[in-house]
């Protein structure tokens, strides 16, 4: 029997689209270049009262992940579905802690670009210069270094500083964002990455950079409504799995 086959009789239907919603995330942030080998975790809420995540295979790439070899955990990061593949329990500290504290978050997603870790390692943080950068500012905290993320003691700073926010810089790492699917985190993180790509190519000019005014800046979210039509990451997914479905439908499996 096909781990496919094996995994979908096991789970039910609401827990298979989530895997493969989660996994089609997965080769999204490869194709955008924004995966860094096998680091960097995107999880997801099961539906139900028992607190079951979905994360990546240790080990995987990105590109590779399908819905099947996703494991399910605990908050723990104890498997909880048998699974040929291992988890880095580890590597879901960070979204362990969120998961716990947020109940309205659905999905987790960490990067560790180049733009996202540059922007991160600067004293004043995101700059409010582009169109892209405003809806991550509208919802932005910020959480410093404390090391590698290994460590329990960390998780109630960590929680504190995102807050009810559902984007974070972690300073000297990388970038994390939140939201009640895996839809609405990766656009956040789409707007995120964009603002840091943007952020730094302006700086490398070496000219004086304009600031969007604070009136605007305050009345983004409102704007980012009327944009979306109100779907939120809802509007773009599926053209995102078209994409993906067309350059290669493996993560279904």
């Known amino acids: 029997?096909?781990?496919?086959?094996?995994?979908?009789?096991?789970?039910?239907?609401?827990?298979?689209?989530?895997?493969?919603?989660?996994?089609?995330?997965?080769?999204?942030?490869?194709?955008?270049?924004?995966?860094?080998?096998?680091?960097?975790?995107?999880?997801?809420?099961?539906?139900?009262?028992?607190?079951?995540?979905?994360?990546?295979?240790?080990?995987?790439?990105?590109?590779?992940?399908?819905?099947?070899?996703?494991?399910?955990?605990?908050?723990?990061?104890?498997?909880?579905?048998?699974?040929?593949?291992?988890?880095?329990?580890a590597g879901f500290v960070i979204h362990s802690a969120i998961h716990a504290a947020r109940h309205?978050?659905?999905?987790?997603l960490h990067t560790h670009t180049k733009a996202g870790v540059a922007v991160s390692a600067q004293a004043p943080g995101l700059l409010p210069i582009s169109q892209a950068s405003l809806f991550p500012i509208?919802?932005?905290?910020?959480?410093?270094?404390?090391?590698?993320?290994l460590n329990d003691a960390e998780k109630p700073r960590l929680v504190a500083d995102l807050g009810n926010n559902n984007a974070l810089i972690l300073r000297?790492?990388?970038?994390?964002?939140?939201?009640?699917?895996?839809?609405d985190a990766f656009l956040l993180m789409y707007m995120l990455e964009t603002a840091c790509q943007t952020q730094i190519f302006a700086q490398s000019g070496g000219a004086e950079l304009i600031q969007v005014a604070p009136a605007i800046v305050a009345g983004i979210q409102a704007q980012a409504e009327q944009v979306t039509r109100g779907l939120g990451g809802a509007l773009v997914w599926p053209g995102l799995l078209r994409k993906l479905d067309r350059r290669d439908p493996s993560f279904r499996d």
């Open 1 to 89: 029997m096909s781990t496919n086959t094996s995994v979908r009789k096991q789970v039910s239907d609401e827990e298979w689209q989530l895997r493969v919603d989660l996994a089609a995330c997965y080769r999204v942030i490869a194709m955008y270049g924004w995966d860094d080998l096998v680091f960097t975790h995107i999880s997801a809420r099961v539906a139900g009262p028992d607190e079951h995540f979905l994360i990546n295979p240790y080990g995987m790439l990105f590109e590779e992940i399908t819905a099947s070899s996703l494991v399910k955990v605990d908050l723990a990061g104890e498997i909880v579905l048998a699974s040929g593949y291992p988890v880095n329990p």
């Open 172 to 183: 000297n790492h990388g970038l994390l964002t939140t939201g009640p699917s895996i839809a």
């Open 138 to 149: 509208a919802t932005l905290a910020y959480h410093d270094y404390e090391g590698v993320a």
């Open 104 to 108: 309205d978050v659905g999905c987790v």
